[in-house]
């Protein structure tokens, strides 16, 4: 059972499922990520001997250089609890890959919060400077690329409003 719910979260990324199974899988996926993080054959066979389809144990060793190069001992998959299961009530989680592709800092603490304050620093400023340059280009042509092809003109808003039914 804990082989499948590792291939199908390695594979989407994201599952529900009870509270302690959730937390028995976060130490599979982890040590799995970390053998992916390595990147040698002997990682790769390991990895297939838990890991249930080819194509999502390469999927994982191709991203996990990239995805999990900021998180340095585990900590790659994130728990969220999402209260109890309607028929038995049993405690249900959301356990998910943590670290969107391209991304290389873990959220939180006093580095990212500082890292997130110059990144809209950055994206304010270059949003002024791109404004004027968007301003300056040239209106586009309403006359067709290609001749011989006729462009079918912009309807025209109406200034009074259609009367309705009964008026």
């Known amino acids: 059972m804990l082989r499948n719910m590792v291939t199908s979260l390695l594979k989407h990324e ?14 599979w996926v982890d040590h799995l990520v970390t053998l992916a993080r390595r990147g040698d054959l002997h990682a790769r ?6 890991v ?13 250089k990239e995805r999990f190069t900021a998180f340095s001992k585990g900590g790659y998959t994130r728990i969220v609890k999402l209260g109890n299961r309607a028929g038995d009530a049993a ?9 969107a592709p ?4 873990p959220s939180g603490g006093k580095k990212a919060k500082a890292n997130k304050k110059e ?5 304010t ?10 301003a300056a280009t040239p209106e586009a042509t309403t006359e067709p690329a290609v001749e011989g092809v006729d462009v ?3 309807p025209v808003a109406a200034e009074e409003e259609p009367k309705k039914e009964g008026e």
């Open 14 to 27: 994201r599952i529900h499922t009870t509270d302690t199974r959730a937390k028995v899988l976060r130490g």
């Open 45 to 50: 066979r390991q990895a297939l001997a838990i």
């Open 52 to 64: 249930q389809e080819d194509a999502v144990v390469h999927k994982l060793f191709a991203d996990a």
């Open 91 to 99: 405690p249900m989680s959301l356990i998910e890959l943590v670290g």
């Open 102 to 105: 391209g991304v290389t800092e």
């Open 119 to 123: 990144a809209t620093t950055v994206v």
């Open 125 to 134: 400023a270059s949003a002024a400077t791109a404004a004027p340059a968007a």
């Open 152 to 154: 079918p003109a912009a």
